[in-house]
């Protein structure tokens, strides 16, 4: 049997491989991201028309369905970002998304918190549906998570808050969203670059190459941030 987690960008699906691999789960494939960067994409952050039924997730999860029994799959996670959503509200997308994904399915079981498997039944097969909500308190993304399991001094990156101050001093913001990434960016860039890598920092010193930046210990992956997560990750080893 296999086991499939749906996620929202190559970046979750780098993040999750590490930790996967890091946890030794040997039987569980990080699919495909819901969102492309080539794509002029309707995600799952509020622009969708109907982000109580988004449109991405909705078709991954029927191409999903159409190699269960091919693959033999048994479990199926999604993981998306918290964003400044309610736990509630997530949850409710997530239920419409597999009703409407599985509407052919004999029954299928509501799920009413994370980390919790449900079952979808048919005829001829049943599978097993589950979520989990990446955050740091409640809100958030992947950036807010790397951000609070840095492991190197961030002088460069902690430095944008005057620039931050700056702004508001001149009637002007930026979203807590947008700043984590920037934050992101310049702790990546000039606080953990080398010298040899600054040479290509295009491709050493960015996320456009998270999988590279993922292997230079810059981000403690056993942090206890991340219990939760691991916790959900390790239910798809078997």
């Not at 999750?16 to 799952?44: F, Q």
């Not at 269960?68 to 949850?91: A, C, F, L």
């Not at 009703?99 to 029954?107: G, I, K, M, V, Y």
């Amino acid at each position: 049997m296999a086991n499939i987690i749906i996620v929202e960008s190559k970046n979750d699906k780098h993040f999750m491989n590490a930790l996967v691999n890091r946890l030794n789960i040997k039987n569980t494939e990080i699919d495909s991201p819901i969102c492309l960067e080539s794509d002029d994409y309707v995600c799952l952050d509020g622009v969708d028309p109907n982000p109580l039924k988004p449109t991405k997730l909705i078709t991954k999860l029927k191409d999903v369905k159409t190699e269960i029994q091919k693959k033999g799959i048994e479990k199926i996670g999604i993981i998306i970002d918290m964003d400044n959503n309610s736990q509630t509200t997530r949850i409710e997308m997530i239920n419409n998304s597999i009703a409407e994904a599985f509407s052919d399915a004999r029954r299928i079981e509501t799920i009413r918190n994370i980390s919790s498997f449900v079952r979808i039944s048919y005829e001829a097969f049943e599978i097993q549906v589950s979520c989990f909500f990446t955050n740091v308190e409640g809100s958030g993304e992947l950036e807010t998570v790397l951000r609070n399991i840095a492991t190197k001094p961030s002088v460069y990156a902690n430095c944008l808050e005057s620039w931050k101050s700056c702004l508001l001093s001149n009637g002007k913001s930026i979203s807590d969203k947008d700043y984590t990434k920037f934050w992101i960016s310049n702790y990546i860039r000039f606080d953990t670059c080398s010298i040899s890598e600054a040479k290509q920092a295009g491709k050493y010193c960015s996320m456009s190459n998270f999988e590279y930046i993922l292997t230079k210990d810059i981000f403690n992956l056993d942090s206890p941030l991340l219990n939760d997560l691991r916790d959900y990750l390790m239910l798809f080893r078997s």
